[in-house]
């Protein structure tokens, strides 16, 4: 009976993760990935009105962010596909596991550092009152919680559109 039960556990796990890694697979088989970094940038490029040469540096500086992000989320991937294996070894390597687990969050974290440098470099682009209207359009994306809905901003304004969400 003892062995039937730990069965029946494992089963239901393999099933209820299963159904995660498919619910995930078939979300996520769509190109809304593709198209949402030109999403962005048109929002960006669109609200800010940058001119032509502005846009040109922007191009230049958002290209080499997207393969900077590539680069670091295929590297995020090929790390978790090394460690899920061992999800399902007899015995746990702690070493290796948490020797993975760094890799993991050195990588997450050069993805952040990415983004908060890739947001500086548009800020640098930027003239006095894109400044000021880029500042205020990213405070309001970070304020946002996860139902979209965002407390007032702080100096009571809200002439300018929100950033595109991702659904």
């Known amino acids: 009976m003892k062995k039937n039960t730990i069965l029946y556990v494992l ?3 393999l099933i209820i993760v299963n159904g ?5 697979y078939l979300k996520g088989g769509n190109d809304n990935k593709r198209i949402e970094p030109k999403r962005n940038r048109d929002f960006i490029v669109k609200e800010l009105n940058f001119d032509a040469t502005q846009l040109e540096q922007f191009n230049v500086k958002s290209e080499e962010h997207h393969e900077t992000m590539k680069r ?3 590297e995020i991937k090929d790390l978790k596909d090394n460690l899920f294996p061992n999800l399902f070894d007899e015995t746990i390597n702690e070493s290796v596991i948490d020797s993975l687990m760094s ?3 050195v990588k997450e974290k050069e993805q952040e550092k ?3 440098y890739h947001f500086r470099a548009i800020q640098e682009i930027a003239n006095d009152k ?4 880029f ?3 990213l405070m309001d ?3 946002q919680n996860d139902h979209g809905k965002r407390p007032p901003p702080p100096n009571g304004k809200d002439d300018h559109r929100r950033p595109p969400r991702r659904d």
Do not use: M, Y
């Open 11 to 13: 089963l239901i796990f």
């Open 20 to 24: 995660f890694f498919l619910f995930n």
């Open 72 to 74: 670091l989320s295929d």
């Open 103 to 105: 890799l993991i969050c």
């Open 114 to 116: 990415e983004i908060f």
């Open 130 to 133: 894109q400044k000021e209207k």
């Open 135 to 137: 500042k205020t359009i």
């Open 141 to 143: 994306a970070l304020r």
